[in-house]
């Protein structure tokens, strides 16, 4: 069983900053890629960011210069760097990962969602 968790989302002023993080955890063999989505309401969910297993990141051109993904191997986290915020910005933002089990089941599992809300 495997579990995504995520952490730091709030409300923030325009041009402001905000870092959420993601962790995994349960019956974990590795973990390829990792990704940020957001959604915002009334609309579908979109690509954020994406980093490789060896750190290589790609970002929507919404938040490119703006957005920094990373990823610590060791914890089995992933992170994302969020500043200069904008009000569009605002959104539902889930933590996806493409997870291979000690049983060596592959899947794609996602995290409950934290709302980051950026006010003008």
């Known amino acids: 069983q495997v579990q995504l968790v995520e952490f730091g989302g709030g409300l923030v002023q325009a041009g402001g900053s905000l870092r959420l993080s993601c962790a995994a955890s349960?019956?974990?063999?590795?973990?390829?890629?990792m990704a940020w989505y957001r959604q915002a309401p009334g609309k579908q969910r979109d690509l954020v960011a994406t980093?490789?297993?060896?750190?290589?990141?790609n970002y929507a051109d919404s938040v490119k210069g703006r957005f920094t993904i990373s990823r610590d191997n060791a914890k089995n986290t992933v992170s994302l760097q969020m500043n200069s915020l904008k009000p569009e910005d605002t959104a539902v933002y889930y933590c996806?990962?493409?997870?291979?089990?000690?049983?060596?089941?592959?899947?794609?599992?996602w995290g409950q969602g934290t709302q980051v809300t950026v006010s003008s």
């Open positions: 996806n990962a493409h997870i291979v089990t000690i049983l060596r089941d592959t899947d794609n599992y």
């Open positions: 349960g019956s974990i063999w590795e973990i390829n890629a």
């Open positions: 980093i490789t297993s060896d750190g290589r990141p």
